[in-house]
């Protein structure tokens, strides 16, 4: 027998899966039949894996075929190297109630005070072992955050990002629409303006405000909508955060504007009230954003449906 080594560069890999089922079949015939192929064509395979080994590898027997012990040497190197192709290929599905799994989701503090609750019953409903972190969005572009990892996905009101992504067909972020709602004029109980028609366009012009903006944008969509009538507002304060917006309202005359569907789910009805705007603004596109890098991975498929899911019941309750 040669004993020249394996030339692996010629190696067919195709022969290593009919190798492995006769392992498991010791028997050609069978094998045949689990393959789907025919008896010549296996015996042909082994035939060629003989050659390019340079080692017998089964020996006829009254039942089949025998290993020989280079053969059995060989077997466990095949198999679990065909294994680690098939799971790379062909992932094996994500069970959160198993599989251990850290998620990292972006948003700002109005879009985790309503996500938040209905995922953690989610969780612990299904007493997943998965962990969710949340981080602070301050963009209404978190595509760079995407791309670079620091999220798995992000959730909030993303115009532009929307805009651009409808254009292109290739883009590497993908974006799924989760609900919509509208804006609402906020300020504390006893605040004058609080009364039934109290809150004119002239009175809310004239009075003091408090805008959330993120990221160092100095105009925000209120002050677009107000210029397009030719009138303007006066900002006294500018917050990135709509859970502070509301804790500063409540103890001055400010008023703000905050997502209709975050001011019952902050806690705020008690201090607070909420008006109508006097003017037409552009409602919110609630939408989810992840790469597009993960989206055959079964794990984060996981997360995008729960996501969705959650989506779901907030907007039915909203």
């Not at 020249?4 to 045949?32: H, I």
């Not at 010549?40 to 390019?52: C, H, K, M, T």
């Not at 909030?156 to 067909?169: C, I, N, T, Y």
């Not at 909508?225 to 500018?238: N, Y």
Request: aromatic share 8%.
């Amino acid at each position: 027998m040669n004993n020249r080594p394996t030339n692996f560069r010629t190696l067919d890999l195709n022969l290593l899966k009919v190798f492995d089922v006769v392992m498991v079949e010791r028997n050609v015939t069978r094998a045949a039949a689990r393959l789907a192929m025919t008896q010549p064509a296996v015996s042909n395979a082994l035939r060629r894996l003989r050659e390019s080994t340079r080692e017998e590898l089964f020996i006829p027997s009254s039942t089949g075929v025998t290993p020989t012990a280079h053969a059995e040497a060989l077997w466990p190197t095949v198999r679990s190297s065909l294994d680690s192709l098939h799971e790379a290929f062909e992932p094996k599905g994500f069970d959160p109630a198993v599989d251990a799994h850290t998620f990292t989701l972006a948003m700002a503090d109005a879009t985790a005070a309503l996500f938040v609750p209905v995922l953690v019953a989610r969780l612990l409903h299904d007493r997943a072992r998965v962990h969710l972190r949340f981080v602070p969005l301050t963009t209404r572009d978190p595509r760079t955050m995407l791309e670079q990892g620091g999220a798995d996905v992000a959730l909030g009101f993303f115009p532009e990002v929307a805009a651009a992504l409808a254009e292109d067909d290739d883009a590497i972020v993908q974006r799924e629409q989760l609900y919509e709602c509208g804006y609402v004029c906020v300020m504390r109980r006893r605040h004058r303006l609080a009364a039934p028609g109290a809150l004119t366009l002239d009175a809310y012009c004239a009075a003091q405000h408090l805008r959330v903006a993120f990221a160092s944008q100095a105009r925000g969509f209120v002050d677009e909508a107000l210029e397009r009538l030719g009138r303007s507002r006066h900002v006294m304060i500018t917050v990135n955060s709509f859970f502070t917006a509301g804790a500063a309202v409540h103890q001055s005359d400010l008023l703000t504007v905050l997502p209709a569907s975050f001011f019952p789910a902050a806690g705020f009805t008690s201090k607070l009230t909420s008006c109508a705007l006097p003017f037409e603004l552009p409602g919110i596109d609630v939408s989810m954003l992840w790469h597009r890098r993960q989206e055959q991975e079964p794990a984060h498929a996981w997360l995008r449906e729960a996501v969705v899911r959650a989506a779901a019941e907030i907007s039915a309750g909203t």
